[in-house]
């Protein structure tokens, strides 16, 4: 594998959003990075690229992606994944992640991300695109565990040792969404703690925090709440394992003004501290 | 378990609310179908609707929601990027408005800028370019956003209305039909209505023709006099909006303009 290795980075950033851009360019933000969804820069210019331009001048930035696809069972998009490296060659990201999830089939493209089986074939299949990815991006990655609604009756292992394989296979770091996890974990009815410490927690290189949503059956991942009493808890939880990574917020709907999401920024920072003081 | 069967059968599931996929997750599942099915349409219809922000205006919300589940219906989406998800919608709305042509003009409209908003940057050629030129030998490279659309109606005018969020005029046919030309000065997607007349030259301009030939083609439609003076007129607008990204001598290397209709 050509993949080079991650430089371990344990700051505190925001996702960024277009209501929040000005901010970004008018004013020092306390913040150690920002996010961005890979494929919103993935086009072939305008004012998107030039402003992210600008803020990667002030702030390290972290590609997210949503439509890797690397459970896809046809494989991986070429000219997705040219038009990814061209943008990781330009802006020399802090990560390169995407989720672990499904969006794409012969063509069909659900813009969703859709769950995958935990079996070995799927296990397999994974591993292949990711090592696929990895080696044309000449970056290891960062994979996301998803928030699912559903599970398949022919799973013959859990979420995290899926996880902890597809890691010891590629060589793959992880993105740990803890409200994924307490969304997931509510909807199926597993332990929560059983998953943090399940997940292989050398492989953890970025946190994200959101909120969800109830609704009608199941926790909805809509990321238009403040983070919840409960996600904050499983954070803590979460520093105890990890020790020092990456954190962010992550709001995409009902965005509020960037203040607020730096009063949120502040309290996951006080919960690591607190933490890596206990550990110290 | 194929993977492949399961997600072929998921995709059916999204796009109809039909097929096997309950067998790969059994009934007690059938609540989350229900959420990856509500959210694939959801997520279709906001993005129409916020690509199509002023024909969804013209129509009201309503009708035009039931034009995007129309097209739900009929196009599943294709592409990495759901910027792309809109190209086609206005034949969905030519099927559904089949004497409005003033909503089909509208949401080519909206399209266009909306494309046009991410497409390749170029600096446009100032007026101080032109000193110099040898015009004999000269031809035009346009900007890379620059698109034109038939313009039959008024959506133009509609559009800027409603933009301004004034009331919109009522649609007319217009007196002579003519065309819509989109492009980007710096970062900002504009368009403007012409006449058949400009929008044959600039089609022809685009294709590589000539400045010479362009000359000559206003001289054969408009007369020696006036298609001189139109030439120069046209050009001088050209630089104007920003239209011009370089202007080309025979004898050097020549770039194609990638014209969109």
Redesign the interface.
């Known amino acids: 594998m050509t993949a080079t290795t991650i430089t371990p980075f344990d700051g505190f950033g925001l996702g960024l959003r277009p209501p929040h851009y000005q901010d970004f360019l008018t004013s020092s933000v306390q913040v150690d990075f920002v996010e961005v969804i890979s494929?919103n820069f993935?086009?072939?210019?305008?004012?998107?690229?030039?402003i992210l331009d600008q803020i990667r001048e002030r702030h390290p930035v972290a590609l997210h992606g949503v439509?890797m696809s690397v459970?896809?069972?046809?494989g991986l998009?070429r000219?997705?994944l040219m038009r990814l490296k061209a943008l990781v060659d330009h802006l020399d990201p802090l990560f390169v992640s995407d989720h672990l999830c499904?969006t794409?089939?012969?063509?069909?493209?659900?813009?969703?991300l859709?769950p995958?089986?935990y079996?070995e074939?799927?296990l397999d299949?994974v591993c292949a695109n990711i090592m696929e990815a990895q080696n044309v991006l000449g970056r290891q990655m960062l994979i996301e565990n998803p928030s699912?609604?559903?599970?398949?009756?022919?799973d013959s292992m859990s979420e995290w040792q899926f996880l902890d394989a597809m890691c010891a296979r590629t060589g793959c770091s992880l993105l740990l969404d803890v409200n994924n996890i307490y969304v997931s974990a509510v909807?199926h009815g597993f332990d929560p703690i059983a998953y943090l410490d399940g997940v292989p927690a050398n492989r953890v290189r970025q946190i994200h925090l959101a909120g969800h949503s109830q609704?009608?059956?199941?926790l909805?991942d809509t990321h238009d709440q403040p983070v919840p009493p409960p996600v904050w808890a499983l954070y803590a939880e979460a520093c105890r394992r990890v020790g020092p990574v990456a954190t962010m917020i992550e709001r995409d709907d009902d965005i509020p003004p960037l203040a607020d999401l730096l009063t949120e920024l502040d309290m996951a920072r006080a919960i690591a501290v607190t933490d890596r003081r206990q550990a110290a | 378990m194929s993977l492949a069967a399961m997600q072929r059968d998921f995709a059916e599931w999204l796009t109809d609310r039909a097929g096997t996929m309950t067998a790969w997750v059994g009934g007690a599942a059938q609540a989350g179908l229900d959420v990856y099915h509500n959210g694939y349409r959801v997520r279709l219809a906001d993005c129409l609707r916020e690509m199509f922000e002023k024909t969804a205006l013209w129509l009201g919300d309503e009708a035009f929601m039931a034009a995007a589940r129309a097209h739900i219906d009929s196009t599943p989406p294709d592409g990495w990027t759901l910027g792309v998800y809109g190209d086609g919608f206005d034949r969905t709305l030519a099927r559904l408005y089949p004497d409005d042509p003033e909503v089909v003009e509208l949401a080519w409209l909206d399209h266009a800028l909306a494309r046009t908003f991410e497409g390749y940057d170029a600096d446009p050629v100032s007026a101080d370019r032109l000193a110099g030129v040898n015009w004999d030998e000269a031809s035009l490279i346009f900007v890379p956003t620059l698109r034109t659309g038939p313009a039959i109606t008024n959506a133009g005018a509609i559009w800027s209305a409603l933009a301004a969020q004034e009331e919109p005029p009522a649609a007319s046919i217009l007196p002579q039909p003519g065309a819509m030309l989109v492009w980007r000065q710096g970062f900002t997607p504009c368009f403007r209505t012409i006449e058949t007349v400009e929008a044959d030259i600039l089609a022809a301009a685009a294709a590589g023709a000539g400045f010479e030939t362009i000359c000559a083609s206003l001289i054969d439609r408009l007369g020696a006099e006036a298609g001189v003076a139109r030439a120069g007129a046209l050009l001088g607008q050209w630089i104007g909006d920003g239209l011009i990204a370089e202007i080309h001598q025979a004898g050097s290397n020549r770039i194609a303009t990638p014209f969109m209709q």
Not at chain 1, 71 to 74: F, K, P, Q, R, V
Not at chain 1, 104 to 112: M, Q, S, V, Y
Not at chain 1, 148 to 154: H, N, P
Not at chain 1, 215 to 218: A, P
């Open positions: 494929e993935m086009v072939d210019g305008g004012r998107p690229r030039h439509s459970g896809s069972a046809d998009d000219a997705y499904w794409r089939i012969e063509g069909f493209n659900a813009h969703d859709l995958l089986p079996t074939e799927a299949l699912t609604y559903l599970q398949f009756a022919a909807n609704g009608r059956d199941c909805i």
